[in-house]
């Protein structure tokens, strides 16, 4: 039982968004409550979101962070809503406030909108569901998923077609985790749930959560110049399009597309492609300043190395731009990513200075599936 004596209140100072909720009285120490509480930042400038609690007595005067969210949580503005149940257990009994404390990194950001909805206040559940649940990466058979467990291993897992309940689809049992999905179909879209095991009990299910596994490992050698109708231009400030099996975790604000770009700029970027001199290649392009998220990323399609004995790739770059702070290169073997190479700032001091070519081992995934 609750009880409200107080309106919402908003405080605003500086770049810093305070939403506080009315005091919350507990009757009765009935045992622990939890706060749950979905939290959605669908845009792009914000810094940081704080959840805090304080007492109400005139004798307290700190507040206490029970949650610390950092930069963009939420891909794009369709993106589900992200789930957070946060233990009160510390103040059974008391009366308190709770607050949300939001920031944004640029004084002149509109694109830092959080929103929040579904609050509550109520008894813990004995077995907390497992919260943050998502996935790590995928490859054309595999996927490997990850949550903030609330009970102990092992957990439950159902995962199917696209659309299942549930009840429905296979069940396994995840004794880690992160659990990798096995036996998977290629360019296929699944629904997966999760659910955790306490002394005695389980949790409800979370889910569903959907995601679509890699095409089929192209063979290698491999060799990509974009030049093929698979890599289209886009029209003034539209993305182009990449090839499938190609992707890329954003076309908003800053990204990469087919190039060259159709409104160049003298002060950053190649005057031609290494190639040819009259072809394509991929390029980072800003569309908007005020939206523009801090990296651009293009992935490959996952590229079997089995057939080689010393495998290695071999990319040409360049980078001419006082802006740009850096590239790097990645590599997904199925579990996670791991940088095998980087340059740092600009390398080049004109459009027309030469491309440079980088030439890295992957010996450490011979006979391996990557991307």
Not at 13 to 29: A, H, I, N, S, T
Request: glycine letters at 8%.
């Amino acid at each position: 039982m609750f009880g409200t004596v107080a309106a919402p209140t908003i405080i605003r100072f500086g770049r810093r968004f305070l939403r506080q909720l009315p005091c919350v009285e507990w009757c009765k120490p009935l045992g622990p409550r939890i706060l749950t509480t979905e939290v959605s930042f669908v845009l792009l400038h914000s810094t940081n979101l704080e959840v805090q609690v304080k007492e109400t007595k005139a004798s307290v005067t700190s507040w206490t962070t029970v949650l610390m969210l950092s930069g963009q949580q939420s891909a794009s503005q369709s993106a589900a809503w992200s789930e957070y149940n946060i233990p009160l257990s510390a103040w059974i009994g008391d009366t308190v406030f709770v607050r949300f404390v939001a920031g944004r990194n640029n004084q002149t950001s509109t694109y830092a909108q959080w929103s929040l909805d579904d609050i509550s206040v109520k008894q813990a559940p004995p077995c907390p569901k497992p919260q943050q649940f998502g996935v790590v990466g995928t490859t054309s058979n595999t996927a490997t998923l990850a949550w903030a467990a609330g009970g102990s291993a092992p957990w439950v897992v159902r995962y199917g077609v696209l659309g299942i309940p549930p009840t429905g689809g296979t069940r396994v049992v995840a004794n880690s985790n992160p659990f990798v999905l096995t036996g998977l179909n290629p360019s296929t879209t699944y629904s997966v749930y999760v659910k955790d095991s306490c002394a005695g009990s389980v949790s409800q299910w979370v889910g569903p959560l959907q995601f679509t596994t890699d095409c089929a490992p192209s063979a290698t050698p491999f060799y990509e110049d974009f030049d093929g109708t698979d890599f289209a231009v886009g029209v003034g400030v539209t993305p182009g399009t990449v090839a499938p099996c190609w992707s890329r975790s954003t076309v908003q604000g800053y990204y990469m597309t087919p190039g060259p770009q159709g409104f160049p700029n003298s002060l950053t970027g190649p005057s031609a492609d290494h190639t040819s001199g009259i072809g394509k290649y991929l390029v980072s392009v800003v569309t908007s300043t005020l939206g523009a998220t801090n990296f651009a990323d293009v992935v490959t399609p996952a590229l079997s190395t089995v057939p080689l004995d010393t495998p290695e790739v071999t990319f040409w770059y360049h980078m001419y731009g006082a802006d740009i702070t850096g590239l790097s290169l990645e590599v997904y073997d199925g579990l996670q990513w791991s940088q095998v190479w980087s340059a740092t700032g600009q390398q080049q001091n004109a459009n027309s200075d030469p491309w440079l070519k980088a030439i890295v081992s992957l010996a450490a995934y011979q006979d391996d599936t990557i991307k």
